[in-house]
């Protein structure tokens, strides 16, 4: 838990997106999910992006939730940092700068015609 406290003290809001994306390594590894199959940290952010489904669907919606389970829902910042989190995970698993991504991703877009 220090190890994570450490860590966590370090991040701030100048850190870089590899910053970023480093410190969720580092953690991940310290919580015993470095060597989980992709397959199944997949399945993970599928399930995160979910919840963060339903967050919205309770916190910026009027559409009806089951009220029981209200509890179960957390806030959508809280389910955004989770899917974030997962989201590094995958891409650490694959070697993936997600900067870069990024980066050549807007550069494509870029050069698209968007439109209704």
Not at 83 to 99: A, E, G, R, T
């Amino acid at each position: 838990m220090n190890e994570q406290l450490e860590l966590w003290n370090k991040l701030n809001q100048n850190n870089t997106l590899q910053e970023v994306q480093q410190y969720i390594k580092e953690v991940i590894e310290i919580r015993g999910f470095a060597q989980q199959e992709i397959e199944k940290t997949m399945l993970l952010l599928l399930e995160e992006v979910g919840e963060l489904a339903k967050s919205i669907r309770k916190n910026a919606t009027s559409m009806s939730i089951d009220k029981s389970k209200i509890n179960h829902y957390d806030t959508i910042e809280s389910e955004v940092a989770d899917v974030f989190i997962v989201l590094n995970s995958v891409c650490n698993k694959l070697n993936i700068d997600l900067y870069k991504a990024l980066k050549d991703k807007e550069k494509e877009n870029i050069k698209r015609k968007w439109g209704k």
